[in-house]
T-cell receptor, first 112, second 114 residues
């Protein structure tokens, strides 16, 4: 079945550092790929998405590119802020499907 | 404001005492689902519903029931809760945006079963 693997955290960074969170997936066909963010005490919010190979999703300074050849969707941000401290989830859905398959989540802590 | 609401937000109960967690959305979405979140496991789908009176099992349905009598509501029922159901629960609803279904999540319900 479908699966998503992402790097374990926690990831601790200083403000203005570069952030990368690796995400790889296993799925048949061409799934849609997502990054969700969960701030402390809140539900999940969609951060960005990509629906086909070579698509780049971007939002709030975060970017991720759908790489079919490496089955990856790594999340990057060039200069993190304290407010980016959260848990980040990589997820996929099958073509035309509703169900999300999630990775285990990566906690990111940004220190001033 | 478009939103998914869940109640209660926090619940502590004892083994075997039936409980219901409510979920409601105001976006007229057809699709709704329940997930549980456990450390290191991410979120796993419990049940989902494609529309009124249409429900189906997700990946971890054991010990749970759902119903979908109205489009906006999708309650999660634990008939006889057990300690291994202690978890953080999220309800979600979705609409199709292009090729992907964009899901909106509720704030979560933290359940402790003693």
């Amino acid at each position: 079945g479908d699966s998503v693997t992402q790097m374990e955290g926690p990831v601790t960074l200083s403000e203005e550092a570069f952030l990368t969170i690796n995400c790889t997936y296993t799925a048949t066909g061409y799934p849609s790929l997502f990054w969700y963010v969960q701030y402390p005490g809140e539900g999940l919010q969609l951060l960005l998405k990509a629906t086909k190979a070579d698509d780049k999703g971007s939002n709030k300074g975060f970017e991720a590119t759908y790489r079919k050849e490496t089955t990856s969707f790594h999340l990057e941000k060039g200069s993190v802020q304290v407010s980016d401290s959260a848990v980040y989830f990589c997820a996929l859905s099958a073509p035309g499907g509703n169900k999300l398959t999630f990775g285990g989540g990566t906690r990111v802590l940004v220190k001033p | 404001e478009a939103q998914v609401t869940q109640n209660p937000r926090y619940l502590i109960t004892v083994t075997g005492k039936k409980l219901t967690v409510t979920c409601s959305q105001n976006m007229n979405h057809e699709y709704m689902s329940w997930y549980r979140q456990d450390p290191g496991l991410g979120l796993r789908q419990i049940y989902y519903s494609m529309n009124v009176e249409v429900t189906d099992k997700g990946d971890v349905p054991e010990g749970y029931k759902v119903s979908r009598k109205e489009k906006r509501n999708f309650p999660l029922i634990l008939e006889s809760p057990s300690p291994n159901q202690t978890s953080l629960y999220f309800c979600a609803s979705s609409s199709r945006q292009g090729r992907a279904y964009e899901q909106y999540f509720g704030p979560g319900t933290r359940l402790t079963v003693t």
